[in-house]
């Protein structure tokens, strides 16, 4: 099962908030973004990526400050070869996620299975 980091340094999440900003207006070569379903329930906030090849060792998962982030890398084999199509990407993947409620990030819990990352985040309560 994929680690959730719940906790990281200011500065990282910094950083990586400002690369999230930076690919989301800028088109970068070197990493793709995964298809990613994003929902909620009553319960739970939900995301759901499809990466298919991915080693879960190679899955990077960081909740702070409202903001979910899921990084990886798919390898490609070393074998040479000329392609007729080329559609799967491989590389270095990021996908930045604005939590838009309130989240228990410590009941979180992530699962790879089937070449699907599923995130549950539990919604924090509200006290009436």
């Known amino acids: 099962m994929p680690t959730i980091i ?5 500065v990282l999440v910094e950083a990586r908030r400002e690369t999230y900003t930076a690919m989301s207006w800028f088109v970068r070569p070197n ?3 995964p298809p ?4 909620e ?6 995301v759901k990526m ?5 080693k879960e060792e190679d899955i990077e998962v960081v909740i702070q400050s409202g903001l979910l982030l899921i990084n990886g890398t798919r390898s490609d084999s ?4 000329s392609y007729h199509q080329m559609e799967i990407q491989f590389g270095k993947f990021s996908v930045g996620i604005e939590l838009p409620v309130q989240v228990n990030a ?8 089937d070449g ?12 009436n």
């Open 78 to 81: 070393s074998e040479r070869k």
């Open 36 to 39: 990613t379903d994003v929902y």
């Open 31 to 33: 990493t793709w973004r």
């Open 116 to 127: 699907f990352l599923t995130i549950l985040l539990p919604k924090e309560k509200m006290d």
């Open 6 to 10: 719940r906790k990281s340094s200011s």
């Open 106 to 113: 410590e009941n979180a819990t992530a699962e790879y299975k």
């Open 50 to 54: 499809e990466i298919a090849g991915v």
């Open 41 to 46: 329930t009553d319960e739970n906030f939900m």
